[in-house]
């Protein structure tokens, strides 16, 4: 019976290796952009799971540069603190507490979290924020007129310490990535004056991307939002129940992986800069 199952199990490592075979031959050497959320990092197991699939894609050749938030994590931070937050329309005031807070989770426990979950796989990943070889050059959010649902009233709200991406400067990411390493970058920016912010991730993966002219941008999210038609997808990337969507030029789905569905506004933000992609599926 053991005789049997094991034969079983190589002949299912052999065919499963069949069908990879011509997925490693034409993406080695290309470039893979995944944005990871902060909550992703939060279960052990899901992180471990994660990191194994990120160290795969990584031995067999292709090039992986992570991008990540940690919007959730932040949020817990502060309630621990006292610090009251504002999130308005999915976007967060950053005032002088939040930001500080903001480097410590996104900069520190965060990133650190993802870089051993991958040095346990034996791979050389490299932690660093956009400030890092000003990666990220943003500049401050200024105010914006939003309208409050309740009220019906538009009121003029200034975010803080959030940035927006002036230019992305990948030279230090294409050293990193040309020499074997798979750097792990978190989402804060900075002006030429030195003043940091905090940046919606997706976005900056999505400028990433563009700059590296990456293969494919795979957005892992928690977080409900679009999708075209439904798909049943079998657990992947050690998630049950989450698939990643992969977004073309007019943000249609066309391919399912792993995770939920990034939220609308996520997408929208993304898509702005996704103008100069090689292939439609990203």
């Known amino acids: 019976m053991g005789e049997t199952r094991a034969i079983v199990d190589d002949q299912l490592r052999l065919d499963l290796l069949r069908e990879a075979l011509p997925y490693i031959q034409r993406f080695k050497g290309q470039t893979f952009v995944v944005k990871l959320s902060g909550k992703v990092?939060?279960?052990?197991?899901?992180?471990?799971?994660?990191?194994?699939?990120?160290?795969l894609l990584h031995q067999v050749g292709i090039r992986i540069c992570v991008v990540h938030g940690g919007g959730k994590q932040l949020s817990e931070l502060a309630n621990k603190l006292g610090i009251e937050q504002t999130i308005i329309e999915g976007r967060r005031v950053t005032d002088d507490a939040t930001l500080e807070m903001a480097k410590m989770v996104f900069a520190g426990?965060?990133?650190?979290?993802?870089?051993a979950a991958l040095r346990q796989r034996?791979?050389?990943?490299?932690?660093?924020?956009?400030?890092?070889?000003?990666?990220?050059?943003?500049k401050r959010r200024l105010p914006k007129e939003i309208l409050n649902r309740e009220t019906g009233v538009r009121d003029k709200i200034d975010f803080g310490h959030v940035g927006d991406v002036v230019q992305i400067n990948v030279r230090l990411l294409a050293v990193l990535l040309?020499?074997?390493y798979l750097p792990v970058v978190s989402s804060l920016g900075a002006d030429d004056e030195g003043m940091v912010f905090n940046i919606n991730a997706d976005t900056i993966a999505a400028e990433i991307a563009v700059q590296l002219q990456a293969e494919k941008l795979i957005l892992l999210s928690d977080v409900d939002g679009v999708i075209r038609k439904?798909?049943?997808?079998?657990?992947?990337?050690?998630l049950p129940g989450r698939v990643t969507y992969i977004i073309d030029r007019q943000g249609i789905v066309r391919r399912i992986f792993f995770s939920q569905f990034t939220s609308k506004r996520h997408v929208d933000e993304a898509l702005q800069t996704l103008q100069s992609i090689c292939e439609e599926h990203l």
């Open 41 to 55: 990092t939060e279960d052990q197991g899901n992180l471990a799971s994660l990191a194994e699939e990120l160290a």
């Open 109 to 115: 426990k965060i990133n650190t979290d993802i870089l």
């Open 122 to 138: 034996s791979i050389e990943a490299v932690g660093l924020s956009g400030v890092d070889g000003n990666i990220v050059h943003a």
């Open 178 to 180: 040309d020499h074997g």
């Open 230 to 238: 439904s798909y049943g997808v079998p657990t992947a990337f050690g």
